[in-house]
């Protein structure tokens, strides 16, 4: 099992940076790939960024691209999503998740490719 807890959300102005943090306990988050999804009201979950097992292999969703970074502390056990730039369609829940399959180089972008999910941090981004 592992736990995955976010930190990091909160509310910024438009063109304001956090960094969101996915802590993990119960495995070594560098053994998997690890992707950062989203949740705005009204709309379905999906793919912000994710990194995969190697840490060399880095997915981002058109979306963020150019102005998102994921990134791993494996010392800390810890991946994080620095977001800079943000825009109000930025504001969501942002969920970190685990792929507890042996992926290497690839990184799952779907939904169901992941297997171990947080309970999310929120992000707003005012106008």
């Known amino acids: 099992q592992v736990q995955l807890v976010e930190s990091g959300g909160g509310l910024v102005q438009a063109g304001g940076s956090l960094r969101l943090s996915c802590a993990a306990s119960?495995?070594?988050?560098?053994?998997?790939?690890v992707g950062w999804f989203r949740q705005a009201p009204g709309k379905e979950r999906s793919v912000a960024a994710g990194?995969?097992?190697?840490?060399?292999?880095?997915y981002y969703a058109d979306s963020v691209k150019g102005r998102f970074s994921i990134s791993r502390d494996n010392a800390k056990n810890t991946v994080y999503l620095e977001m800079n730039s943000l825009k109000p369609e930025d504001t969501a829940v942002y969920y970190c998740?685990?792929?507890?399959?042996?992926?290497?180089?690839?990184?799952?972008?779907?939904?169901?490719?992941?297997?171990?999910w947080g309970k999310g941090t929120q992000v707003n981004v005012s106008s």
């Open positions: 998740a685990v792929a507890a399959r042996p992926y290497t180089i690839y990184v799952p972008v779907a939904q169901d490719e992941y297997d171990y």
């Open positions: 119960g495995r070594t988050l560098s053994d998997y790939a």
């Open positions: 990194i995969g097992r190697s840490g060399g292999s880095v």
